[in-house]
Every structure is written in C-alpha cells, then in structure tokens.
C-alpha cells in the first residue's frame, strides 16, 4: 500500500509539491531509497518495464527539455557545461585534439542526451563529436524528436555495429540495473575504445550485492558493487585504471550521504564512484 501511494504521488500533476514530504518521509528513516539484501537478481522484487514506463520517461525528458534550454542559452559560456563533478566531457576534450578523425563515443544508457548536451557546450568544436546513445525503445523514440538539430547524435535500441575506431565508451549510473554486469563490460571493452569512463558508480569498500530500488514508488533491481572486484573485472579485459574519484549523489533533490541507514554496517555505501580505465597498449 506503501509503494502504491508513493506511486499515485509522483503519477500526479501535483508531484512537485509532495518532494519535500518524501524527503521527509527518508529522513526519519520512515521511506528507504533501497530495501533488501538478495541473494540473486530473481529474487529481488521488481515492477515491470520501469525504465519504459510513465515516471521515468517523464523524468528522462523533463531533464533533455532542461539541458536543450541551457545549451541554447546564449551566455559565454553555456549554461549547460555546468560541471557537477561529472568527467565524461573532460575526458572528451583531452582525447579530442589527438583524434584522427571525429571522437566517437557510446553512452549506455545516456537517456535523452544527459551527457551529450553538457559535453558539446564544453569544448571548442562541437561538430567533431560523433555520440551513440543505447536505450530504451521509449527513451530513444522521444529523444530523436526533441534533439533531431543534432545531426550526429545517434540513438540506438542495440549496441551499434560500428565500422569506425570507438574512442570512448560511457556508462554513467547505469550498470547497476543490469543482471549481468560483468558481460556488460565486455561488451563495452569489445569496441576495443580508447577510455572507459563509467560514472556515478554504486561501488565502494562493501560487498557486492542486490537491492531493490524505490523509484517513485516503484522497485527496481540493483546492484551495489565491491569497487575492487569492479576494477579486477574491467583490467581483466585489457585496462587499466588511471583516475578515480568519489561521487555525491543527490537523492530526492537532495545532496549528501546515500540514506542506507537500513542496511548494515558492512553493506552501507555513502558515497559513489568515477572510474576512467585506459586501454593497455601492446
């Protein structure tokens, strides 16, 4: 009954209004953000086709329609190269003076250009910048509307079979909503990139283990990630770890330590993660 009034809330024209009484709500520990140690993903309660539904969707564009605005603001400099400690367009502009050709990138699971419109805003030739964002059939039908002035921002339902060198690919806050994260990695270190830049990491000293997440009033699966076995994963595939960095989140608007007060000790993770891993040259 809990979630279902959760839900209703966050469905209803008046959401806005109601935010502070869920944050409320987490800090007297009365809502938790996550709930539930499991042993495998089947286990772990989860609401069908979240990432397609109403909630998120609607969130997802609500933030592409923010940055489009921002990028279109005719400041010096724009509105939407705002860092907020995000490394993907650093690690862009670095690489980009030595790219032969345009710098390719792959984001999984970039939504509708949350990191595309904060890189492009951030250096100096734009136009140089090929991105393929992998999402969801929703997501990628939307975002080809709203950001179709972007002719060489891509969308794709499918890893893209590309025939030109992959200089990045990026994962930001998305990996851990996949059952099988350590073949996602493979799939990411099979284009063979240049960097792989995963941001926004559920990982730290803990143990590796699955959640349910409260999105909205919905669960959805998730892992948190021993940061170690992570990285022995990623050098495993030919990488190399060159800069990390702690992430702070901002939940429910509002930003500091992940409220998992009701967890364990051994199992709470304050802060996320960026990890940049480099390809070993043979």
């Known amino acids: 009954m809990k979630q279902k009034i959760i839900e209703t809330i966050f469905s209803s024209k008046g959401s806005s209004f109601f935010s502070p009484w869920i944050r409320f709500l987490i800090s007297l520990g009365l809502l938790n953000v996550w709930e539930g140690i499991y042993p495998s993903w089947e286990e772990a309660p989860e609401d069908g086709n979240v990432h397609e539904g109403d909630i998120w969707v609607n969130k997802t564009t609500d933030s592409a329609q923010k940055s489009l605005a921002e990028y279109r603001s005719r400041e010096t400099v724009s509105l939407a190269s ?6 993907l367009s650093v690690a862009s502009g670095m690489l980009l003076p030595s790219a032969e050709n345009d710098l390719c990138i792959i984001d999984f699971g970039g939504g509708m250009g949350a990191s595309y419109l904060p890189l492009i805003a951030s250096i100096p030739h734009p136009e140089k910048v090929e991105f393929h964002i992998v999402e969801g059939k929703t997501i990628c039908e939307r975002g080809q ?9 891509h969308f794709h339902t499918q890893f893209p079979k590309l025939i030109k060198p992959v200089d990045i690919v990026h994962a930001g806050s998305s990996i851990q909503y996949v059952k099988d994260w350590k073949a996602l990695l493979t799939k990411f270190t099979d284009y063979q990139p240049r960097l792989l830049v995963l941001e926004d990491l559920m990982a730290g000293s803990i143990p590796s283990f699955i959640t349910t997440q409260n999105y909205y009033g919905k669960n959805i699966r998730s892992w948190f990630l021993n940061i170690n076995e992570l990285i022995e ?50």
């Open 145 to 153: 509307k709203i950001l179709e002035e972007f002719s060489k921002l």
């Open 233 to 282: 994963e990623v050098e495993a595939l030919g990488y190399h770890l060159v800069y990390k960095s702690r992430y702070t989140h901002k939940i429910i608007n509002k930003t500091g330590p992940l409220p998992m007060k009701n967890f364990p000790m051994r199992y709470r993770l304050n802060y996320g993660s960026h990890l940049i891993f480099e390809r070993v040259k043979l």
């Open 82 to 87: 705002l860092t907020k400690d995000y490394i």
